[in-house]
Nanobody
Framework: QVQLVESGGGSVQAGGSLKLSCAVS????????MAWYRQAPGKERESVAN???????AYADSVKGRFTISQDNAKNTLYLQMISLKTEDTAVYYC???????????????????WGQGTQVTVSS
């Protein structure tokens, strides 16, 4: 059974830093990487950053240069280092595991298959 447990959220002033962690347990079939998402009040959940199984990374434009996703396989832990935080970064942050799934035409797509419970990040001005 796959479990993703986030930690490290909290309250910080604008300009501050936080580091989120996500402890991963269980086997993720057809894994194609991990990701962080966030959901602010009244808004849809959005992708923040992702890391592939070969350690390539991608970021939302709104966090590029401020957030860094990383993974420690020995500790089965995913991280999100956040610096220069802004009030608009306030949200619940979710860790996600992604798996490759077959789609029509013989191709595959990398989709979220497991979610953590989320951790609150609040940035005040």
């Amino acid at each position: 059974q796959v479990q993703l447990v986030e930690s490290g959220g909290g309250s910080v002033q604008a300009g501050g830093s936080l580091k989120l962690s996500c402890a991963v347990s269980g086997y993720i079939p057809f894994s194609c990487g991990m990701a962080w998402y966030r959901q602010a009040p009244g808004k849809e959940r959005e992708s923040v950053a992702n890391i592939s199984t070969i350690r390539t990374t991608a970021y939302a434009d709104s966090v590029k240069g401020r957030f860094t996703i990383s993974q420690d396989n020995a500790k089965n832990t995913l991280y999100l280092q956040m610096i220069s935080l802004k009030t608009e970064d306030t949200a619940v942050y979710y860790c996600a595991a992604r798996s490759s799934q077959y789609i029509g035409g013989g191709g595959t797509i990398c989709r979220v298959t497991y979610w953590g419970q989320g951790t609150q990040v609040t940035v005040s001005s």
